[in-house]
């Protein structure tokens, strides 16, 4: 650490320097990203909001109503306005909580998954003690839910379904992991970190979407991130109960903070109100409508980049996508290839064993997708003869 400190303009300078390459990386190139690129108004809530603490809600009592407001408008989005519920760090926080009430409510020790599933719910099954049973995906890329029914046993904590998976956005059958999970009286945790507040909208849309949100009677808890496709700056994750008494077994008291006992069931004590405040705000000024016109944008740039694959001889799709993720392949080429060479033209995708991932944000605009299409198909040529003289014209 340096003795004198350094003129503030100038540190100012260089920092925006550093990060607005990063900005600039994010918003052109790095067209597999799950994370939106957050409104301006939401970074003016976050700002806003920024010096308060909900862990202390005594003190930051404001904050505190805005975070129950939030949950109560996403809750009801989800079937269930009386839905238990916090902001949290992401995904993998809202995840970990989930298994952690399945387990301490149920008292089980296994837990299975899809193999499509975000690798956040190993974390949690590693952190928690829990035997983790893969479920195998059939050939639509959604679980095979009569090895999920045929391997439940006495010590099954949960079950878990993937609404928009990591890999595809493929949605698993949560209607039918409901009539299972009532069945057999288990757990049903549904990740809908990305689809949560994608497929919602897809259905109001006119979109044939299947049901996953708390209207299915077997449905406990359900992971949706406002920081994915919600608009919201990071970190705001969002994790949902179906009631009071599932958060019970990991809900504990803070007894000494200001303004009496703090209960709380999140991992973190201390808690930013940033994410809160612009979570509300986007709630607020965006309402239904302005969501769904968000995603109705979303879906057609995917409808335009799944066209133009379809008719490109060298690529091809590896589903029909669901929602605003699109997984594509070179016919010719291995998937490792076919990155590197993305890689060079300076493209920063997902790379998967059997793909490469391209999800398209509300940030992205259609002459983005043209630019990447035109660059897909020159890097799914076969050889870099074909490659170079496609360069070069
Ligand atoms: N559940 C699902 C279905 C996910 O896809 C993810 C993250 C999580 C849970 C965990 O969420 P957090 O990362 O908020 O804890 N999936 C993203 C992915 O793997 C994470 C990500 C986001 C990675 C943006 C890179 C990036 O630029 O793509």
Redesign the pocket.
Known sequence: MREEGCDPKVVLEELARIVEEDVKRFTFR?VG???SKPLPIAKIAYLIGMESNVGDAGVWEGVARLEKEAIQDLGSLLSNPRAVGAIV???????ILALWAARNYTKKSEVIVPTS??I?LYKAANLLGLKVIEAPLKSDYTVDVDFVRRNITNETAAIVG?A???ALGAVDPIEELSEVALEKGIYLHV?A??GGMVLPFLKELGYEVPEFDFKLDGVCSI?V?P??MGLAPIPA?GIFFRNEELVEPITFETPYLAGGGVRSFTITGTRPGGPIAAVWTLLRVLGKRGYREVVKRCMKLTEMLVRRVEEEEELELLMRPVMNIVGVRAKRLSVKEFSLRMRKLGWLL?EFPTHLRVILMPHHTERLVGELLRDLRRAALRSHVELRATLKS
Not at 89 to 95: I, P, Q, V
Request: glycine share 14%.
């Open positions: 790095a990203s799950m994370c760090s992401g995904g993998t926080e809202a995840n599933c975000h956040s993937v928009g998976t990591t990740d970190a990305f992971t991130d920081h994915k994750g997902s």
